[in-house]
């Protein structure tokens, strides 16, 4: 009886995987594939009408115009979208997917890790490529991202990633391509909850926190020049910044704390850095184009940070940083920005409502992202020699009125745009269409 028991229990177990586990990855492009008749975005700010676009073992081997050019198109599959749109992925940086299932399950949180100083903490490790929130990304055109990680001084070190693995082995594209620092902030509100002023006043450790900051760097340094006698992680971990090996990711949104931020990574020598949230970049935008400094913009669909900031401030800042020579790209960070994430697109198509051009919205997640990450030599545009990871939309990838993906790939594997929520409305809308 007991073993009886004990068998039913594996069943159960076994069909509740089964039935809530991520579809099975595409299998490897096997077949030529030609997508003609579409308006490509090659991503750059070039549009190609009447496209044709070819690509085999994963590779783009031609992007055209189609009535410019003849071949032989027996024995390749040809899609034909007429009428349609092709678009590079979207890259969403700056990203807890695949860290954080359910929030309010423990067991599910991978984001955050205790203490202050943990750049030798690697988010790839703890990717779920089997996420249902991942795949929700797909069927908007959001095929890459960044996963990092959250919390502390030195959150740990992140990594980009495809989204259609078995596992993280199989999604990551670069690994551990920077580590994330979280900036003093040099002014804070009072806790209204505690009875304290909600007026903003200044935070009278952050000169010590900076302190803090230099002391961890210096120590790094001087236990690489050392002999080493006992490993240390995180000085190991942070010594990638000076070698050139990884990027710093310095999260900060005050016009002091960029600017702080910005001369103590020239102070450090540290060559590659990039601004995450940057809501007061543009007041700063000349240091930042001065030393090539990126941001990745804090979520465009929010409110403004002060009161006497215009009522569209973060509509628009993706276009006073670009129009200031900036290199720009959205991330979706903050409230609910696991799930949030699959609005990219649609994060982009306001900064068209507040001034930018399509094109100009579209390298925001797309070229800009892949530039920043370090990835655009395989992806961020549709240009020969480059991974076909593309989507096909019945119209504007970036309007979500429009935006209808028919086909989405990623290295040339055709995905499946299935996900959770697509199962959850087929069963609804069948069960209605019955009863009426």
């Known amino acids: 009886m007991k073993y009886k028991n004990i068998k039913l229990m594996l069943f159960a177990v076994m069909s509740f995987s089964i039935s809530f586990a991520q579809q099975t990855p595409a299998p490897k492009q096997s077949k030529t594939i030609a997508i003609t008749g579409a308006t490509a975005h090659i991503g750059n700010g070039e549009i190609v009408e009447n496209s044709i676009i070819i690509f085999e073992d994963g590779k783009l081997t031609s992007v055209a115009d189609m009535t410019r050019i003849k071949m032989d198109m027996s024995g390749i599959d040809i899609i034909d979208a007429s009428g349609k749109h092709v678009y590079p992925g979207f890259i969403?940086?700056?990203?807890?997917?695949?860290?954080?299932?359910?929030?309010?399950?423990?067991?599910?949180?991978?984001?955050?890790?205790?203490?202050?100083?943990?750049?030798?903490?690697?988010?790839?490790?703890?990717?779920?490529?089997?996420?249902?929130?991942?795949?929700?990304?797909?069927?908007?055109?959001?095929?890459?991202?960044?996963?990092?990680?959250?919390?502390?001084?030195?959150?740990?070190?992140?990594?980009?990633?495809?989204?259609?693995?078995?596992?993280?082995?199989d999604a990551v594209i670069k690994e551990d391509d920077g580590i994330h620092m979280n900036w003093p902030n040099s002014f804070s509100r009072?806790?209204?909850?505690?009875?304290?002023?909600?007026?903003?006043?200044?935070?009278?450790?952050?000169?010590?926190?900076?302190?803090?900051?230099?002391?961890?760097?210096?120590?790094?340094?001087?236990?690489?020049?050392?002999?080493?006698?006992?490993?240390?992680?995180?000085?190991e971990a942070t010594n990638g910044l000076f070698d050139n090996t990884k990027t710093l990711y310095i999260h900060v949104d005050d016009e002091k704390g960029i600017t702080d931020a910005v001369n103590f990574a020239k102070a450090n020598k540290v060559s590659k850095t990039v601004i995450v949230g940057g809501y007061e970049a543009h007041k700063v935008a000349s240091v930042l184009k001065q030393n090539n400094i990126a941001v990745l913009l804090q979520r465009v669909h929010t409110r403004p940070d002060q009161t006497d900031d215009d009522y569209d401030m973060p509509f628009k800042l993706a276009k006073l940083l670009t129009d200031k020579g900036v290199t720009v790209a959205l991330e979706t960070s903050g409230q609910m920005e696991r799930m949030n994430s699959r609005n990219l697109p649609f994060y982009a198509g306001t900064t068209v409502a507040h001034g930018l051009t399509k094109e100009q919205a579209l390298q925001l997640i797309t070229l800009n992202p892949a530039k920043i990450l370090g990835i655009d030599k395989m992806y961020g545009t549709l240009e020969v020699g480059k991974s076909a990871t593309l989507f096909i939309s019945e119209g504007d990838a970036l309007d979500m009125r429009t935006n209808r993906v028919t086909h989405a790939f990623i290295d040339g594997r055709l995905l499946s745009l299935d996900t959770h929520q697509t199962e959850l409305w087929q069963r609804y809308s069948n069960k209605y269409k019955t009863q009426n």
Not at 201 to 211: C, G, S
């Open 190 to 235: 009072g806790r209204w909850w505690l009875g304290e002023d909600p007026a903003m006043k200044l935070n009278k450790n952050y000169d010590k926190q900076v302190t803090e900051i230099t002391d961890f760097f210096q120590a790094t340094k001087t236990y690489m020049a050392g002999d080493k006698t006992s490993t240390h992680l995180p000085y």
């Open 92 to 169: 969403v940086p700056n990203s807890t997917l695949g860290l954080v299932e359910i929030s309010a399950v423990r067991a599910t949180n991978d984001d955050n890790e205790l203490g202050s100083w943990n750049p030798h903490i690697r988010s790839l490790i703890a990717y779920n490529s089997e996420s249902k929130i991942v795949e929700s990304m797909r069927p908007n055109g959001v095929l890459l991202g960044q996963i990092t990680p959250r919390g502390g001084r030195i959150s740990g070190t992140s990594s980009v990633v495809q989204f259609d693995a078995w596992n993280w082995e």
